[in-house]
């Protein structure tokens, strides 16, 4: 793994992303997209076969599916899935923003709506691997913004149906209407509706790069949260850190997948030493050993800073997914944070707690763009309207300055639609 010293290399150069440019599938994802648009479910079956195994007869999963699956998965993951369900929910209820009103001028009401968006879509990633966090993640806060409409895909397994733990979270969640199909079809399906799979006013959740090229060239139509990369993780430790704690939790993020990135910020040069032997070690015993090695090989680094302080500058400006003050004072560290999806305090709070269970969202912005991006949340799930009012004679009081702002942009419709509402000698 690379280690940097920032006394020997520039805070440019240490920011300096080291990401290969992913392969553009722009023109086969929106050959896709046109053909669902086209053909609708026979398209998206006709894909399903392609690249899942499987083009079931039914896209819509049943009643009976999912009892079916709620009886095959083990009844202490139900318990488990329920009260994480049930911590997402506490803390996502908090978000619920409330309109407001004002009339503190004579003859004036102006306010702003929140309203929900009526019909919202989630795609949850499957075949090959299940996510039921992700269910009860992008669902829960949707149903808490009051979505009308809820509409979840996922692609099926070679034998043609969707993974029980999905399932079951889904039905945990309250999501009852759920499609088995995935990839680029399943935006299409989503974006443009077929004979089976309705249209939807967003689409929401993570996938692989045709899903998220798909939600990119489809953004427009309907809204998305964001187009989601590889997933990452900057831990800042300083000497009271442990090095088993902080591998391991490197090493959480590098099994994700061989693009995912693992960083290291410390104070220590002792530390930085200690976890590279921890990594070796603790990879040895990993399922998924091959898929950790290649992303801590070409995406992991070891920065030694020389101060908490420089740690942080260098943590706002590579803008990490997940971010860990793994310090013995965090709280302190905190208010230094200004570019992080998600902060993670002390010793004790890895980041395995907010993918699984603790209650803020894991849906995060990846890549640096926590710059500018948030966590999903309530507010994805809204939109906002305002109204006015005004009376005969605030409208008089107004209408003068209505008038020349209006003129002074050369638009002289606009400025006659307040004079033929008020003759000039009402004019205040």
Request: hydrophobic letters at 45%.
């Amino acid at each position: 793994m690379q280690v940097i010293d920032s006394r020997k290399t520039s805070l440019e150069e240490i920011l300096c992303r080291r990401e290969e440019e992913a392969p553009d599938v722009s023109a086969a994802v929106a050959q896709i997209l046109a053909d669902v648009k086209a053909r609708g479910d026979e398209a998206v079956r006709e894909y399903t076969l392609r690249f899942d195994g499987a083009a079931p007869d039914t896209l819509r999963v049943s009643e009976e599916e999912i009892q079916a699956a709620l009886a095959e998965v083990d009844e202490e993951l139900l318990r488990v899935m329920r009260k994480a369900a049930a911590n997402i929910e506490a803390y996502h209820k908090k978000q619920v923003r409330q309109g407001f009103v004002m009339a503190e001028e004579e003859g004036v009401v102006m306010g702003q709506r929140i309203l929900p968006l009526q019909r919202v879509g989630i795609y949850v990633p499957g075949g090959t691997a299940a996510y039921p966090s992700t269910v009860l993640m992008d669902s829960i806060p949707a149903a808490i913004a009051g979505v009308q409409r809820i509409v979840m895909v996922t692609p099926p397994g070679r034998d043609g149906k969707v993974a029980a733990p999905i399932l079951a979270a889904a039905h945990i969640a309250g999501v009852q209407e759920i499609y088995k199909v995935g990839g680029a079809q399943a935006v299409a399906a989503l974006c443009y509706g077929t004979e089976s799979i309705p249209t939807v006013d967003k689409i929401v959740g993570p996938g692989n790069l045709y899903v998220a090229t798909a939600k990119r060239l489809v953004y427009g139509l309907v809204d998305i949260d964001m187009v989601a990369g590889p997933s990452d993780v900057l831990v800042v430790a300083d000497d009271t850190a442990s090095a088993v704690v902080v591998a391991a939790d490197m090493l959480a993020q590098a099994e994700h997948d061989e693009n995912a990135a693992a960083v290291l910020v410390t104070t220590s040069q002792a530390l930085a030493s200690e976890v590279q032997t921890q990594l070796a070690e603790q990879l040895k015993a990993l399922s998924r050993k091959e898929i950790a090695a290649a992303s801590l090989a070409a995406n992991g680094r070891i920065i030694l800073a020389q101060s908490v302080e420089e740690a942080l500058k260098i943590a706002n400006g590579l803008a990490p997914e997940h971010l860990e003050l793994c310090v013995e004072e965090p709280f302190a560290l905190l208010p230094l944070v200004q570019n992080a999806g998600s902060v993670f305090l002390g010793h004790h709070t890895p980041e395995a707690l907010g993918d699984y269970f603790a209650g803020p969202n894991h849906t995060l912005p990846t890549g640096g763009t926590a710059r500018f991006y948030s966590p999903l949340s309530v507010d994805d799930f809204i939109k906002k309207s305002s109204y006015l009012y005004y009376s005969r004679d605030a409208l008089a009081k107004a209408a003068p300055m209505v008038r020349r702002f209006a003129e002074s942009e050369g638009l002289q419709a606009h400025a006659n639609s307040v004079a033929v509402r008020m003759p000039k000698d009402e004019e205040a």
